[in-house]
């Protein structure tokens, strides 16, 4: 018999925000900015969609996955257990870490198992191509906040130095994650 496989993934991005407001790009709702499709159902009605134990479902491709908010760190971390019936299960985990000029590192990690042999190898996918999913991921927000006109990548920072601002791509083509449960926008080239 075979057995399922189990991955574990860490990467890191790069938000041009600080801290708390790049968390915040991370939350349940607040992936609705910049993943296109995204849209968090909660069966309970919530005041805070990050508090721990908060319960919500996404569709992807025909597919539902549940998941739950199980950590909160409030401006820095949040944790997510997800479920998808008969691909994957698992913990996602997000922390974000200042950095220069007012930017985050965030820092993404999966820990997903198969649950089924027959989903072994949409998972070995997944784990291939984790670096350039995160760098597209990268690219999506960046797009995002560059076209909300968020004020903290325009003027100057805090410090007083000139902000880089992120490259809009608006003319390049998008196609969707493949992650069960996540509609990502990204870009295919």
Same mark, same amino acid.
């Given at each position: 018999? =075979? *057995? ?5 993934? %860490? ?10 407001? /790049?968390?915040?790009?991370?939350? +349940? ?7 296109? &499709? ?5 069966? *309970?009605?919530?005041?805070?969609? %990050?508090?721990?134990?908060?319960? @919500? ?7 539902? *996955? ?5 950590? $909160?760190? $409030? &401006?820095? #971390?949040?944790?997510?257990? %997800? #479920?998808?019936? &008969? ?10 870490? +200042?950095?220069?000029?007012? #930017? #985050? ?7 997903? =198992? ?11 996918? @997944?784990?291939?191509?984790? !670096? ?11 797009? /995002?906040? =560059?076209? *909300? ?11 007083? $130095? /000139? $902000?880089?601002? !992120? ?6 083509? =998008?196609?969707?994650?493949?992650? !069960?449960?996540? /509609? @990502? ?5």
């Amino acid at each position: 018999m =075979t *057995s399922c496989r189990r991955v574990r993934l %860490t990467g890191t991005i790069r938000v041009p925000l600080p801290p708390k407001d /790049a968390l915040a790009l991370f939350t +349940p709702t607040g992936e609705r900015a910049w993943a296109q &499709g995204w849209e968090p159902q909660f069966p *309970s009605p919530t005041a805070d969609n %990050t508090e721990p134990g908060t319960v @919500f479902h996404t569709d992807h491709a025909g597919r539902r *996955s549940t998941w739950t908010v199980i950590r $909160r760190d $409030r &401006g820095r #971390t949040i944790a997510y257990v %997800t #479920t998808t019936p &008969g691909d994957r299960a698992g913990m996602v985990t997000v922390t974000c870490e +200042p950095s220069e000029d007012d #930017t #985050t590192t965030a820092t993404i990690r999966y820990d997903l =198992t198969a649950l089924t042999p027959e989903a072994n190898a949409a998972l070995d996918r @997944f784990a291939a191509h984790y !670096p350039h999913f995160l760098k597209q991921w990268q690219q999506a927000i960046a797009g /995002a906040i =560059t076209a *909300s006109g968020t004020p903290h990548l325009t003027g100057r920072s805090r410090r007083g $130095r /000139a $902000r880089r601002r !992120p490259p809009s791509r608006p003319d390049r083509p =998008t196609t969707r994650c493949s992650i !069960p449960g996540h /509609a @990502f926008l990204t870009d295919s080239s």
